[in-house]
């Protein structure tokens, strides 16, 4: 069966434009914080990433991309923290605590649990609690294959940004052992049957027009479930705007570039998270967002082919009769990307897991009067 496309918002386009697959090194590890360079020697292959590459030499300061106001330039925890107003939160005691997110995502990342530790060491967050399932087994780690590679930098940064924005939140990671459909499939019913939390994340999807019928109405059945139990799902809405390949011929083959979006993201039990570039003031307070549109890429959007207008979009004027996508938005432009720390030498941007954790806010204690005005 045809695999599910993985979505990588932003960081296949970005990988393409501005660098190499991978650059392996023990000795060129980017800028860190003067407490953290101590901490290197016990993690000797990870790596500090910044959006775009840029691997420097350690120093006494924070990478350059940081302190820049024009792009590219990055965030880290807190900057993201205090540009969506969760800080807050945080310093109110809502931190996710009691709360699960479940993350699912293909493939393994052998060092997920030691680049999460040097993560949480840099930037001075709590101790994890990270559980990883894989339901149906695991392929071995293949060095040798990009798409595993991307995949396990996908899986260190869904793991460090849920841990960053809700750090008093239990993480369960389900593995699913390929990028078919019957293992996203396995994946995704066992992490929601299992209950193993409140909130569910996938970074992934697959255009509508390429997506077999059966496949989407298995899935909806079980965010059916999800939804049943007090579940809360998200996806990514994709990284490349409204293009959809069509196909046709015998083999099948891409024939046409249509308009269409991606599915779980157009499903109407689950929110749809598109992508910004952000940018922040020289104090560092949030000063605007634009919608990602650059040569990186764009946020999916447009309209379902599939599902219709849900009752929650009743009203709006000029959606049309179908499931409009995305719900809502975050950063999402490489060039104004996140900080990970991960073994193979790359970096993008957090979306889908930028609302996530928000969820695990909103799914803990009730707020105080304050926290909702």
């Not at 593995?175 to 994340?201: C, M, N, P, W």
């Not at 308009?259 to 020289?282: C, H, I, K, M, W």
Request: with cysteine.
């Amino acid at each position: 069966m045809k695999a599910m496309r993985w979505l990588l918002v932003g960081l296949i386009s970005l990988l393409l434009v501005y660098g190499s697959l991978v650059r392996e090194s023990q000795t060129a590890w980017a800028a860190l914080p003067a407490h953290a360079a101590q901490q290197l020697a016990k993690h000797p292959p990870t790596h500090v990433i910044p959006v775009y590459n840029e691997a420097l030499p350690v120093t006494r300061g924070l990478p350059a991309c940081l302190r820049r106001m024009i792009r590219p330039r990055c965030y880290s925890p807190q900057q993201i923290r205090r540009a969506y107003q969760i800080q807050p939160l945080l310093n109110a005691g809502i931190t996710g605590k009691g709360q699960t997110i479940v993350i699912v995502d293909f493939f393994q990342s052998p060092s997920v649990r030691s680049d999460l530790r040097l993560f949480d060491q840099l930037f001075h967050l709590p101790e994890p609690q990270l559980t990883i399932y894989a339901p149906t087994g695991l392929t071995p780690f293949n060095r040798k294959s990009k798409t595993q590679k991307l995949a396990a930098i996908e899986t260190s940064l869904d793991v460090e940004w849920a841990h960053a924005i809700a750090p008093g939140a239990a993480i369960a990671l389900v593995l699913s052992r390929s990028e078919e459909y019957e293992d996203v499939y396995a994946a995704t019913k066992f992490a929601i049957e299992q209950h193993l939390g409140s909130v569910l994340s996938q970074s992934f999807g697959q255009p509508e027009s390429t997506l077999p019928i059966e496949f989407a109405r298995q899935e909806h059945e079980l965010f059916e479930e999800a939804r049943a139990q007090g579940m809360s799902v998200f996806a990514s809405s994709g990284d490349r705007g409204t293009l959809s390949p069509i196909y046709g011929g015998m083999p099948r083959r891409v024939i046409a570039i249509g308009q269409g979006v991606e599915y779980p993201a157009s499903d109407p039990l689950v929110t749809s998270v598109g992508g910004t570039s952000l940018f922040l003031d020289p104090g560092g307070s949030y000063a605007y967002e634009s919608v990602w549109s650059n040569r990186s890429g764009a946020p999916g959007g447009g309209f379902s082919h599939i599902f219709a207008r849900p009752d929650y979009q009743e009203g709006i004027t000029g959606i049309g009769n179908t499931r409009s996508v995305p719900d809502v938005a975050y950063v999402g432009d490489p060039s104004t990307g996140v900080l990970v720390v991960t073994t193979i030498l790359t970096g993008r941007p957090a979306t889908s897991l930028l609302e996530a954790p928000a969820r695990a806010h909103r799914n803990g204690p009730p707020w105080p009067h304050s926290a909702t005005s």
